[in-house]
């Protein structure tokens, strides 16, 4: 297996744009959990999916941030507008059951002028 | 409070010297708890996870303190490469079962020659 994938590795946009960030977690884990990571705040948990479903979203900032989980293999996290505030590495885990190890995509790491 | 919290460092450390990480969580209520190590610019990756009675790989021990709800980590003859940031996490869980965990915000070694 590859691994958890994202996309893109890295993302340079205007102030007020619109931005997606996409995972594909590692196949069979039903655990999919969005992460932020900044120099202030270090790795803070967004929102966590279990079976598609959204059981926390606690950690999301703001209503412009949102993310969707269509299926099993996919989940996009959306910036609208993007703020230059939101400048972050955005990391994707996914993990088999609950108490067991989270597995990490290499991030994106998100500009926003 | 946080709910996990580690001393940021950095500890700057010789090679084979032997140094110790501590970290205290909130909630009395966590179930499992992990080191990561996360390098420069990469995604964490699980470093070991901690078990109530203890638990050692090769250079590198860890232990849990339940009643006073701190989890430790203690790495021996410590070599170059193991200049990164530690990262401890703790699986705060659900109701049903659900897995979330809590990361804290890291601590830096650095080991020089």
Known sequence: DAGVIQSPRHEVTEMGQEVTLRCKPISGHNSLFWYRQTMMRGLELLIYFNNNVPIDDSGMPEDRFSAKMPNASFSTLKIQPSEPRDSAVYFCASSLLVDTEAFFGQGTRLTVV | ?113
């Open chain 2, 1 to 113: 409070r946080k709910e996990v919290e580690q001393d940021p460092g950095p500890f700057n450390v010789p090679e084979g010297a032997t140094v110790a990480f501590n970290c205290t969580y909130s909630n009395s209520a966590s179930q499992s708890f992990f080191w990561y190590r996360q390098d420069c610019r990469k995604e964490p990756k699980l470093l070991m996870s901690v078990y109530s009675s203890g638990n050692e790989d090769g250079r590198f021990t860890a232990q849990l303190n339940r009643a006073s709800q701190y989890i430790s980590l203690l790495i021996r003859d410590s070599k170059l490469s193991d200049s990164a940031t530690y990262l401890c996490v703790v699986n705060k869980g659900f109701s049903g079962g659900y897995n979330k965990l809590i990361f804290g915000a890291g601590t830096r070694l650095a080991v020089h020659p």
